[in-house]
């Protein structure tokens, strides 16, 4: 079994960087109030820890209903303070 549970994160936000992952199959990682999830994968790093590909940002409150309405979806924080989240 394996007991490193330090992994190599792949993709997104944290590309290139390592975090405790406790051995789970999914990790969330908070960034500027939005949750960053990254998913194990069956590769290793040159170093043999685990690689974690990203697989996208989520709101830590999930989604909203109706999502095909701009209006309603979820804005990312930073996104809206760079000026790019659109009229809400």
Known sequence: MDTNTT?????G???????DTGGDALVEVEIDGMMHRY?????????GRPLY??????APDGGEPGVEDPAARVVS??????GHGGDR
Do not use: F, Q, W
């Open 7 to 11: 992994a190599h994160l792949v993709g």
């Open 53 to 58: 590909n990203y697989d996208g940002m989520v």
């Open 77 to 82: 924080p930073r996104a809206d303070a760079e």
């Open 13 to 19: 936000p944290r590309d290139g960087s390592t975090h």
């Open 39 to 47: 998913i194990r994968t069956t590769k290793k790093h040159d170093d």
